[in-house]
């Protein structure tokens, strides 16, 4: 699992603009996060293992990567002119630019990243948060 973590940490730290990548230990829920915005949290889960030979089984992994930002001012609504609302939906250039360098990515051991949905959960004001998961499936030795 911590050769999956390195890669998708690799990766999303060469995205412009990210400035704080880690495991995510609930962070994001603490009063006062301790993480430089924007930030992307990383979660690996095991979704499914088969059995293939005694040592080894394919596994089901989905990977979810949380964005946060700290948007302190949020001006989306009709009242405000397009270039007010442009601004504050500036973070969307962040959240493209992680699905364009982890959908489809592979090395050989795992297959290709595959993004399963795209969520923004209500935060505190100021907290915006992306949860985008992405499938993929590899064999584990034991």
Do not use: H, W
């Not at 990548?21 to 993480?35: A, I, N, R, S, Y």
């Not at 088969?50 to 609504?77: H, M, P, Y």
């Amino acid at each position: 699992m911590d050769a999956i973590y390195f890669k998708i940490k690799n990766l999303l730290t060469a995205v412009d603009g990210i400035k704080y990548v880690d495991f995510d230990f609930g962070q994001l829920e603490e009063d006062k996060p301790p993480v430089n915005f924007p930030c992307a949290l990383v979660n690996i889960a095991y979704t499914k293992c088969e059995d293939l030979f005694d040592q080894t089984q394919r596994v089901r992994c989905v990977i979810t990567v949380k964005l946060g930002f700290n948007i302190s001012v949020e001006k989306t609504a009709s009242i405000y002119n397009d270039a007010a609302i442009q601004q504050n939906l500036s973070y969307f250039n962040i959240v493209n630019a992680v699905y364009k360098s982890l959908q489809g990515y592979t090395d050989g051991n795992i297959e290709e990243l595959s993004r399963s949905s795209l969520t923004q959960p209500i935060y505190p004001p100021g907290l915006k948060v992306t949860i985008m998961p992405f499938e993929t499936e590899f064999d584990e030795n034991a």
